[in-house]
């Protein structure tokens, strides 16, 4: 029998970043003019990539601005400020290690390669990862279930042997576009919206136990 793929998105799944989001949000917004946002706000911009991030952030700018400015601004900001809060969740550097042992690991997130890749060296977790897939990796991010295919291409494994575990629709509905099952993470910033998971948690050590690994 194959081994199971379980795919995870990144921010809000695996890690709490929302604190160095806001501060980079808030950053491009002083920069432009703009009064600052709380983190609480920041959660409904986050998720799908760093346009719709700027997009969503500037809806209060001047409609004369070009977002292509606030955009450059934010992606140097937080390349220098990726790791200043930035933490794993509870769980999350006690499971893997068990999860890695049992299947092939991988990250699917909208986050840039680089910073994907920096974010999961720096927090200890690229270890147990078979492939990390961020944003410019392929032609089009979550919900579009390009990346899911590719990662599962890299860890060897088949959609219908596979788990997409995530905090935002863009991660069930890529799921459920590729043939994988989706598991929502509850504690994470993001929601469902109209997507249906096909299983739910509280916290991230509860995973093994539901995918009857444990």
């Known amino acids: 029998m194959k081994r199971m793929s379980i795919l995870f998105d990144l921010d809000g799944t695996l890690v709490d970043s929302l604190d160095d989001l806001t501060a980079a949000v808030n950053a491009t917004r002083h920069h432009f003019s703009l009064p600052p946002v709380t983190t609480a706000q920041t959660t409904c911009f986050i998720g799908d990539g ?29 390349r220098q400020h990726l790791l200043v809060y930035t933490r794993l969740f509870p769980g999350v550097g006690e499971t893997l290690p068990f999860l890695a042992e049992n ?95 096909d299983l739910s948690i509280d916290q991230f050590s509860e995973l093994p136990k539901s995918l009857g690994l444990s």
Request: hydrophobic share 35%; aromatic share 8%; net charge negative.
């Open 50 to 78: 760093q346009l719709n991030l700027v997009k969503r952030a500037f809806a209060d700018a001047d409609t004369n601005l070009d977002l292509q400015q606030p955009l450059q601004f934010l992606r140097e900001y937080y």
């Open 103 to 197: 299947c092939s690991l991988g990250v699917v997130t909208n986050k840039p390669q680089a910073e994907a890749e920096q974010v999961c060296q720096n927090l200890g977790i690229t270890k147990h990862m078979s492939c990390i897939i961020g944003g410019g990796s392929t032609v089009n991010l979550k919900p579009h279930p390009e990346a899911l295919l590719l990662a599962l291409q890299q860890t060897g494994g088949q959609p219908e042997n596979a788990w997409m575990v995530g905090d935002h629709y863009t991660d069930l509905a890529a799921a459920a576009a590729a043939g994988c099952k989706a598991c929502f993470c509850r504690y994470g910033f993001g929601q469902t919206r109209d997507e249906h998971p």
